[in-house]
């Protein structure tokens, strides 16, 4: 075989690798992709699906920053306050070259579906005014093959009296059949009566109030009807406070035990095995009854003690049920098992006692373990939806995020605001993401390493 022919077989197999590898790329990612801008549009279930839509827009992106800068002096969240005034601009082709009459108005519109519909909150209709539109411009334009006009019009909004911090401004801009909106300085949200009526939720958003508009409404519209706190902040908070917990617990209690099992003699040890190994065959719903009534019980009554009848809705039950797993457990034994006894051995004649080396000499040689077990449990503590949906019932600022997912599915999934929803969704994986990110290096040591027995 000729050297051309060896290089050109060569390429060819790295070519098919890589075609392969982007094909099971496009199709496992491709999905997730499709969701998260999905996620950005007003509207997420449009079709035919199109990439090129008003939120991804860098022009729209740099509107947005200006409009909330000069609506409230945040370009990020926008708003309006007052004493400020801002200006939108807008241009119809029209065929005659009088402009065409524009109806604009400032609607008193809930900020949004489900959630959001519950609370009263200021009116943007009751505190700014609308000076306008004024005609700007006008100059012969070619739509096609249609011959007519283009005239440009100025809209200015004013919030001109004392008031409160406004989080939006809606404007709807009607105009008569036959005009076509050609540009504006921020794009509608949606086109109504078909294409007659410009809609905007907010013509002061700010950069992220636009481009993540579902973002922001995720924490926004879900407040708390005793407090008015977000709820979606704390359901994030009381994840992450209760993941941490059981990364906690899960480390110390299976450490010990792993090594117990490992590398300590006592009587029923083989026994204690095999029922831990039977332990983990046992799926969650066989027990998840008997478990309940131990929590309602406030686990034989010992609750009592302290002053607590039950342990239901309780962050404590939640967590003491699920204190440390069986399969962290026998991940820990089996790395103990991979490290040589001679290095406790050397510790012990150097009087070190079985706590000292546990906690001295083995614990520091089992960080690929430990990381890969962190973020299992983690992951695990923080996706886990079926025993806190037991566990936790009421009220609602003591939801786990899962949870709180779960009701917004349940508000708004009914009434098809599914951008919400999908904001829910990629903002919960967020963390998960960048943990994997940031310790992968300790998880893939901790399955080569604990996978490999000396």
């Known amino acids: 075989m000729s050297p051309k022919e060896a290089a050109r077989r060569r390429w060819a197999r790295v070519a098919w690798a890589y075609g392969l590898l982007l094909a099971f790329g496009v199709f496992f990612v491709g999905p997730f992709l499709m969701g998260f801008l999905a996620s950005l549009k ?31 002096g945040d370009p990020w969240l926008g708003g309006m306050r007052p004493g400020r005034e801002v200006v939108l601009e807008v241009a119809y082709f029209w065929p005659e070259p009088t402009p065409p009459e524009l109806q604009a108005t400032i609607p008193r519109r809930k900020p949004g579906a489900g959630m959001g519909a519950v609370f ?83 013509v002061v958003p700010g950069l992220l109030g636009y481009a993540f508009h579902n973002y922001v409404r995720a924490f926004r519209e879900t407040r708390s009807l ?36 490992a590398r300590l003699r006592f009587p029923g040890k083989e026994a204690l095995f095999l029922f831990l190994l039977f332990s983990m065959m046992v799926p969650a719903q066989v027990t998840f009854i008997s478990n309940y009534l131990v929590l309602k019980d406030g686990i034989f009554g010992l609750s009592r003690v302290f002053g607590v009848e039950t342990l239901l809705n309780t962050y404590t039950g939640l967590i003491l049920s699920t204190l440390v797993g069986a399969g962290a457990v026998f991940i820990m034994k089996q790395f103990f098992e991979s490290i040589p006894r001679e290095v406790e051995e050397a510790a012990l004649i150097d009087g070190a006692t079985p706590v000292q080396t546990l906690f001295r000499i083995v614990l520091p040689m089992t960080t690929p373990a ?85």
């Open 42 to 72: 007003t509207n997420p279930l449009e079709w035919p699906f199109t990439l090129g839509f008003p939120q991804v827009s860098p022009k729209n992106w740099a509107a947005a920053w200006r409009l909330g800068k000069e609506g409230s």
């Open 120 to 202: 009263e909150g200021p009116y943007a209709a009751d505190y700014v005014r609308l000076l306008g539109p004024e005609h700007a411009e006008t100059r012969p334009f070619r739509l096609g093959e249609a011959e007519g006009y283009l005239h440009r019009f100025h809209l200015r909004i004013a919030y001109e009296k004392e008031g409160p911090h406004l989080e939006r401004v809606p404007l709807d801009l009607e105009v008569p059949r036959g005009a076509v909106l050609l540009a504006a300085t921020l794009d509608p949200g949606r086109m109504e009566r078909r294409g007659r009526v410009a809609s905007w939720d907010n």
């Open 226 to 261: 005793d407090t008015g706190q977000s709820l979606f902040l704390r359901w994030t908070l009381n994840s992450f406070l209760i993941a941490f917990i059981k990364v906690l617990t899960t480390l110390v209690f299976a450490s010990m035990a792993g090594y117990a099992l």
């Open 370 to 454: 430990l990381g890969a077990l962190s973020i299992l449990t983690f992951q695990g503590a923080w996706n886990e939806f079926f025993w806190p949906f037991i566990v936790l019932t009421s009220p609602r600022e003591i939801y786990t995020l899962p949870l709180g997912l779960l009701s917004f599915r349940s508000a708004y999934g009914q009434v098809g605001d599914w951008g919400l929803i999908l904001a829910g969704g990629f903002l919960s994986m967020i963390p998960i993401l960048i943990l994997f990110a940031v310790f992968q290096r300790y998880f893939v040591e901790g399955v080569s390493v604990g996978a490999v027995k000396e």
